[in-house]
């Protein structure tokens, strides 16, 4: 699909320039009348344009004589779970892990997934067609708010784990909530799963003025320290809109997502089971595949792609290489919550260190970086293919490029004007280098 507003996550942009009021009105106004339904669940992250924003979709909404409910300041997955329990569609205004100058708009499907490339087609084309459902005045939509979303989210994940093991085990968590959020639920979650919780950032600030949305390590300095200085089991963090989870072990080391992904997957699939994952995901991933005699489908990268196929495969766990991991028994969507209790889980349950269980996942080295995008990818792509052809080659999302005791995979950012880079090898100097190789080829075009 040659989509030009919807990215790998909704629709993203900088309030005022690119995300005005009027284009928001329009975008509620074009996916109330795509779904023509009777109301529509709101929710939002904690960005200081996020009321700005809201309310112009709401009014958009409204307009259409669809009611609209506000369910507060939620991660996304639990208005997704809103939606998936009361079977109607939402609105999540959310930019994720990017700056705090951006905001954006997610589209919520009545099972509570995100919706498809197809869907998001037809909305775009009654934005751009102007074909909005309009009613008179006596039936516009009407405003009000449930405040019933958190525990139905909470209760539902407790629900997912073995919580009384977890509760016996009294595990100590330090957790950074990134002012985003989860600052309320997360530490809810811990709180009722009877864990000694010590807190950083869980105050909504929508400036992220403590550390950066995305949980890289370059972000996390307080958490990492905050670890290698107390006696935790384990630290957790999440992104702006909490879709997504990292983990620190006991020893203040940063965990990769694909590696919490694949010790995840290692004690919760059985034979025959179904793991789905992007191109961009570590090959530890396929590797745990072949121990347990499971199913690994790989997809586009995009947690609506992978969670679609989840569900045409009846899929267990699913996930990408960023902390977000997608737990089929819960729904069918990346969970920064439902992930962290997955690991309370598996720690209770094992009585091992984090740093112990994670050294039986297969070692690969990934490294990952990004270079500004000025040229279409279309051209890039035949300069990478013209310069590298001689290569094995992948292009299912992007070019993945097969080199000795490696690859890499190029592809362009979903949400952001940049070329992601990924490499990896089982050995941290070859990762590195095939790294450096691309980074610096990209960069010089």
Request: net charge negative.
């Amino acid at each position: 699909m040659n989509l030009k507003l919807f990215g790998t996550n909704g629709i993203r942009g900088i309030p005022n320039e690119d995300l005005t009021t009027d284009f928001s009105m329009n975008v509620g106004k074009a996916i109330s009348t795509f779904f023509y339904t009777e109301k529509i669940a709101i929710a939002r992250d904690t960005r200081i344009s996020g009321d700005m924003i809201l309310t112009s979709v709401v009014s958009g909404v409204n307009s259409t004589g669809t009611d609209m409910v506000y369910l507060g300041i939620l991660p996304t997955p639990a208005l997704q779970y809103y939606c998936k329990i009361h079977k109607i569609p939402g609105i999540m205004i959310t930019a994720s892990h990017n700056p705090p100058q951006y905001n954006g708009i997610k589209a919520i499907d009545e099972d509570g997934t995100e919706i498809d490339e197809e869907k998001e087609a037809k909305i775009e084309d009654i934005i751009f067609n102007k074909k909005f459902r309009t009613v008179p005045w006596e039936i516009v939509g009407q405003f009000y708010e449930d405040n019933t979303a958190v525990n139905l989210y909470v209760n539902n994940i407790l629900k997912r784990i073995d919580y009384k093991k977890i509760q016996d085990k009294k595990l100590k968590v330090a957790i950074d909530t990134g002012n985003g959020a989860s600052y309320f639920t997360s530490p809810l979650l811990l709180s009722r799963l009877n864990c000694r919780i010590v807190t950083l950032n869980a105050n909504p600030d929508g400036k992220f003025s403590s550390r950066n949305s995305e949980p890289k390590p370059e972000n996390l300095g307080d958490l990492i320290n905050l670890m290698r200085s107390g006696n935790f089991d384990i630290g957790v963090a999440h992104d702006g809109d909490a879709d997504r989870c990292v983990f620190i072990d006991e020893n203040g080391d940063y965990i990769d997502g694909d590696k919490s992904l694949a010790l995840i997957a290692k004690y919760t699939i059985n034979e025959n089971d179904t793991v789905v994952t992007p191109i961009s995901s570590s090959d530890a991933l396929n590797d745990i595949c072949l121990e347990k005699e499971a199913k690994l489908v790989i997809t586009r990268v995009g947690a609506p792609i992978v969670a679609r196929a989840m569900i045409e495969n009846h899929a267990t766990i699913g996930g990408e290489e960023n902390g977000g991991v997608i737990y089929g028994k819960h729904q069918y969507c990346r969970d920064g919550a439902m992930t962290m209790g997955l690991m309370l889980n598996l720690l209770s349950r094992e009585n091992k260190k984090l740093s112990e269980l994670l050294g039986e996942i297969p070692d690969y080295k990934m490294v990952k970086t990004s270079v500004k995008r000025n040229k279409e990818w279309a051209e890039i792509k035949d300069i990478i293919t013209d310069k590298f052809g001689k290569n094995k080659m992948n292009f299912l999302d992007g070019i993945k490029i097969y080199e000795d005791g490696g690859w890499v995979l190029i592809r362009p950012s979903g949400t952001e004007k940049i070329i992601r880079i990924f490499s990896e090898s089982k050995n941290q100097e070859i990762a590195e280098e095939l790294n450096k190789k691309y980074y610096n080829f990209l960069n010089n075009l």
